[in-house]
T-cell receptor, first 112, second 116 residues
């Protein structure tokens, strides 16, 4: 079946460096993509979203890039801080659908 | 900042018993959702709810599951006769509109359901 998945299980990054988290999706009908951050014992926290008519969107210290040609999504975190340590999920949904399909998650560990 | 709240944070129930998980969505949101996350696995969609009815449900959401919005603020998930495999973290979420309306889903911190 079609699914959303992450390339790397764990990313260790030095504090102050930039982080890049990747996500591959296979559902060509996907229209809307979201990145969530999940800290231990908490629910997924919305970070940033992007629609399929865009290829880049920026937030505070975060940038999401979407490459529809290769069905690839990435999250860039600038100047990574200890508070960025968490599991990051990408999620997607097709147009007209409100069911989010989540990837498995990618652990980011920030080294002080 | 408004947030989705869930109670209880942890529920322990005997197999075969009924359980009700409670959620208070963000007040101006119109769409409500339940997801679950079995330990070590992906977050999985269960059901979405709008205008007092289910708008979509997954294959997980069988006849043992039901949802209700009993008043203007609460949104509940009931599992009628729990099974061991229902043990998971259950997340409630809400959004102003469906995702195709460019409105993200905001999640609560979950209820950990443990079936003995």
């Amino acid at each position: 079946g079609e699914s959303v998945g992450l390339h790397l299980p764990t990313l260790s990054v030095q504090e102050g460096d930039n982080s890049i988290i990747n996500c591959a999706y296979s559902n060509s009908a996907s229209d809307y993509f979201i990145w969530y951050k999940q800290e231990s014992g908490k629910g997924p926290q919305f970070i940033i979203d992007i629609r399929s008519n865009m290829d880049k969107r920026q937030g505070q210290r975060v940038t999401v890039l979407l490459n529809k040609t290769v069905k690839h999504l990435s999250l860039q975190i600038a100047a990574t801080q200890p508070g960025d340590s968490a599991v990051y999920f990408c999620a997607e949904t097709p147009y007209g659908n409100n069911r989010l399909a989540f990837g498995k998650g990618n652990q980011v560990v920030v080294i002080p | 900042e408004p947030e989705v709240t869930q109670t209880p944070s942890h529920q322990v129930t005997q197999m075969g018993q009924e359980v009700i998980l409670r959620c208070v969505p963000i007040s101006n949101h119109l769409y409500f959702y339940w997801y679950r996350q079995i330990l070590g696995q992906k977050v999985e969609f269960l059901v979405s709810f709008y205008n007092n009815e289910i708008s979509e449900k997954s294959e997980i959401f069988d006849d043992q599951f039901s949802v209700e919005r009993p008043d203007g603020s609460n949104f509940t998930l009931k599992i009628r006769s729990t099974k061991l495999e229902d043990s998971a973290m259950y997340f409630c979420a809400s959004s102003e509109g469906p995702d195709w309306g460019n409105q993200p889903q905001h999640f609560g911190d979950g209820t950990r359901l443990s079936i003995l």
